[in-house]
């Protein structure tokens, strides 16, 4: 509760001093931190065209659909198309109707290729089979072929003699010609290419490099993997590596939504799964795209999942070792920095060699969302999709307002016109105003989480005076409704919800004033599902339950405060500060025999204080407030990190911000970051590979900023 009322009043200031700033993957100083984005983006596939990067990624059930996002330097990212602004398949189930859907079985898995002078994005549609969206300019127009066909997750190559070939199938994995006008694969072409028994799962991307043809895949079977297979011809036969594995940067599986039926069952069916803050399951980096950037490195963007936020993706550098693209670097194959150098920085010997002509100093950081939005313009912002196709005739702007006529609907997930977005974490307050004058009896209008279960904060319009509403709170996961009777002279309520996604909670509040909130509602656990393969989203929403069209509710001045957007303070710049352990909750010590050690909790000593030395583009060295220096000794074997007095030997490491004063030490020597086993009574080493889901292996370190005295 102290954490709600601190988040209302911190929203507040906000809201007062036009706080805008949204989460951006760039530090601002030639180096970036994972995720590219805190918001849903999943089964990510890229590519380069010249100086440009285009991002294609999964929209399932939302229109518009087949979201492309633009980049110049693969760290900032702008959304600029969309391939199709609704499905138009003649089919129900597309639009919501008559208690039809397509939640989870929309589109989905794109693959994004440039040839032949036109853009191609390939994608399937469950029930309707292949498809593709062609185009000369990547903001469209976009020609739709429907190629049908049981082919889907798949990896297109547009090979060197102008064959198309589709590679897709799990664990038997085929590969099928297409034809190249795209009215369908080529028939009696479909073969086998990796038979089962090879550990190769799904979500393929094909490449064909230097003459050889490079095929990555994700396994989830028992865990998750991403693999390479490689041959000298599309045909086979393939041999095959993992290239990652296990990399989650310290974030656990989230709860998996349980329940028996298809959508929107009796609340009483649902129940959260049970929660593994050890597991790893199928939650680290996987499933995406490789790329060569213009400067000649090479990287992956591969989606991971960030909890009841969804999967997004995490940009990972790339080292071609024997023929292979491994992620990560030698010494420490397979798992990736969660803060490392943009695309052009060139690093040499653990040293920026050269950042004078890097396109990161020529690119302002920036989100690829405007998120908040004031409904003033003529069209709605690009963040914005429908749950499902909209009926336009329903929904319009109108007086610098959007305007949601209500249609009949039991509940949120059958209501049509639902405008949404995807929620931004890892903390952030959603805020819109209502005015109810326009709802007739049996409306119901409001903010809520449409997701699997679904809740919502809102008016319910009941036969009244027109000036006191019935505001609920609901929650389908409990099936609990929490009823208060507000009186809006003006026809006006303002509603939010308090998102604390990284620890998969929510709660609502409402102000009639506009600045005085308070809470309704518990707070909500989170959860991600594999019904309607998506996060927690922002819904803006109008329905009637008696069965009819009723009135229409109004909505204005939708604003998104990211309170931990801002990540300039989360490096001790300036300041002394103990180092706390977070397996153990001990502070580290320089110890005078010459080892970095740990010590009692209640120990403050001048041994246990550090300050940082900023050596410039993210990098670091670490002084004790004994005059000593931390320095790495040997290949990481216990015992390595230890001090010097002399400042030129002094070790630099390469910051990693884990939010909240949570970080690590990467060595640029090595590639591992310092750590010390919470169980072995070992000392201080450089010899972890990264931090386990659970952050309790020893890895991640805690910074408090030692208080004057």
Not at 228 to 233: D, F, G, P, Y
Not at 469 to 482: G, H, P, V
Request: glycine letters at 10%; proline letters at 5%; charged letters at 20%.
């Amino acid at each position: 509760m102290r954490l709600i009322c601190f988040l209302l009043t911190l929203a507040t200031c906000f809201c007062a001093n036009a706080q805008t700033k949204s989460w951006t993957a760039d530090n601002g100083n030639g180096t970036f931190t994972n995720p590219l984005f805190y918001d849903e983006f999943s089964d990510p596939d890229v590519i380069r065209v010249g100086d440009d990067y285009y991002l294609a990624g999964t929209t399932m059930h939302a229109v518009p659909g087949l979201v492309i996002l633009h980049s110049k330097d693969l760290v900032n990212w702008e959304n600029i198309s969309y391939c199709f602004d609704r499905f138009d398949f003649d089919d129900e189930r597309f639009s919501l109707k008559n208690h039809k859907e397509t939640y989870g079985e929309g589109i989905w898995a794109p693959c994004i290729r440039y040839a032949n002078g036109q853009f191609y994005v390939f994608s399937n549609v469950n029930g309707k089979g292949l498809q593709c969206y062609t185009a000369k300019d990547i903001k469209g127009p976009w020609t739709h072929h429907n190629l049908k066909g049981n082919i889907y997750d798949l990896g297109v190559l547009f090979d060197d003699d102008g064959k198309v070939y589709a590679i897709h199938g799990y664990g038997t994995v085929k590969c099928t010609e297409l034809e190249p006008d795209m009215s369908g694969p080529k028939e009696g072409t479909e073969r086998v290419i990796i038979p089962e028994g090879n550990g190769v799962g799904e979500g393929h991307h094909m490449y064909k490099i230097n003459g050889m043809y490079y095929l990555i895949s994700t396994d989830y079977r028992p865990n998750g993997r991403t693999l390479c297979s490689r041959s000298k011809s599309i045909w086979g036969p393939y041999e095959t590596r993992v290239i990652t594995a296990d990399e989650t940067y310290g974030y656990h599986a989230a709860r998996l939504t349980q329940w028996r039926g298809r959508i929107v069952p009796d609340g009483s069916d649902f129940r959260l799964g049970p929660l593994d803050k050890d597991a790893t399951a199928c939650t680290n980096a996987h499933q995406g795209g490789i790329v060569q950037a213009t400067d000649g490195s090479w990287w992956a963007l591969f989606m991971q999942d960030f909890h009841s936020i969804g999967r997004t993706v995490c940009l990972m550098p790339m080292t071609w070792e024997d023929g292979w693209p491994m992620v990560g670097f030698k010494g420490n194959y397979g798992r990736a920095p969660r803060t490392w150098f943009k695309p052009g920085v060139e690093v040499k010997n653990g040293m920026v060699v050269d950042d004078g002509a890097m396109t990161s100093q020529q690119t302002e950081p920036h989100a690829p969302y405007v998120r908040s939005e004031n409904f003033d313009g003529k069209q709605l912002g690009r963040v914005w999709q429908w749950n499902h196709n909209p009926e336009e005739t329903m929904w319009n702007l109108t007086g610098g307002k959007l305007r949601l006529k209500t249609m009949p609907a039991e509940q949120l997930m059958w209501a049509r016109n639902t405008l949404t977005q995807r929620v931004i974490g890892p903390t952030s307050i959603t805020t819109v105003e209502l005015n109810v004058k326009g709802l007739k009896d049996g409306d119901v209008a409001g903010l809520g989480n449409i997701n699997v279960p679904c809740s919502w904060i809102g008016i319910v319009k009941k036969a009244s005076d027109g000036k006191t509403y019935t505001l609920r709170c609901f929650e389908q996961l409990t099936n609990d409704t929490t009823d208060v009777q507000v009186s809006l002279p003006k026809g006006k309520i303002w509603l939010r919800s308090i998102g604390e996604y990284d620890d998969d909670q929510a709660q609502y509040a409402y102000s009639t004033d506009g600045i005085t909130f308070q809470t309704l509602g518990r707070m909500m656990p989170l959860s991600y599902q594999l019904t309607t393969f998506q996060g927690s989203r922002h819904a803006l929403f109008a329905f009637n339950v008696d069965g009819k069209n009723g009135g229409y509710a109004e909505f204005d001045n939708f604003t998104v405060e990211e309170p931990k957007a801002d990540r300039s303070g989360n490096t001790p710049y300036g300041k002394t500060f103990r180092i706390i352990n977070k397996a153990t909750g001990l502070p580290a010590i320089a110890d005078p025999h010459g080892i970095l050690y740990d010590t009692r909790a209640e120990d403050k000593s001048q041994r246990t204080q550090f300050q940082i030395i900023d050596c410039g583009t993210g990098m670091v060295q670490l002084k004790c407030a004994d005059g000593r220096y931390i320095k790495v000794y040997g290949e990481g074997l216990p015992g390595d990190v230890r001090f010097t007095t002399d400042a030129n030997e002094a070790e630099v490491f390469l910051w990693q911000d884990y939010l909240d004063h949570d970080f690590m030490l990467y060595s640029l020597k090595n590639h591992r970051y310092i750590g010390k086993s919470p169980t072995t009574g070992s000392p201080y080493s450089i010899d972890f590979a990264g931090p386990d889901p659970a952050r309790r292996n020893g890895s991640v370190l805690h910074w408090e900023e030692c208080s004057a005295e």
